[in-house]
């Protein structure tokens, strides 16, 4: 499997207009890491994404995230592993990934707007469209899965 180009290198300006999105959703969205990790793998499920499957299960394991959960995401409504934040972060994911689908339900909606205040639902959303282009610059390339290692920890940074 060989990339189709490297977005980074072809595109400098473009890819940090990406990254400092990433970085605000990262650094100052106000959202838990275990939960952002959440969202970033199940739309990256979603969107059929390797590249991003590989990277989020490493940061979400890397975070602290255990296996059982990881396996059970792409069938969070059938299992009892989530909190109720979690899963209205997840079904929030899911109707924002699947816009086209459904034009993200009320029902949903209000149940995101009784988990998260609406700078964290902007900041979630936010944190969707990222994921959804990462996605689509990864799948668009041929990223290849299996090399992204997560950076250390800052907890063992210190170490």
């Not at 255990?66 to 109720?84: C, I, K, M, N, V």
């Not at 994911?93 to 707007?113: C, M």
């Not at 090399?147 to 907890?155: D, I, T």
Request: net charge negative.
């Amino acid at each position: 499997m060989k990339s189709r180009l490297e977005p980074q290198k072809t595109s400098p300006a473009a890819y940090n207009a990406m990254l400092n999105l990433e970085m605000f959703i990262r650094k100052s969205s106000k959202l838990e890491p275990s939960l952002l990790e959440l969202v970033k793998m199940r739309a990256s499920q979603i969107n059929g994404c390797a590249y991003c499957i590989d990277m989020h299960s490493k940061d979400a394991r890397a975070e602290g995230e255990t296996e059982q959960r990881l396996y059970a995401l792409s069938a969070w409504r059938e299992t009892p592993f989530f909190t109720d934040r979690e899963q209205a972060a997840l079904a929030w994911t899911e109707a924002v990934t699947l816009v086209a689908e459904g034009h993200v339900p009320d029902e949903t909606y209000e149940e995101a707007r009784q988990r998260f205040s609406d700078e964290e639902l902007v900041n979630l959303t936010l944190a969707l469209i990222t994921i959804n282009g990462w996605n689509r610059i990864a799948i668009a390339f041929r990223m290849v899965p299996g090399e992204y290692q997560p950076a250390p920890r800052k907890a063992e940074e210190g170490k």
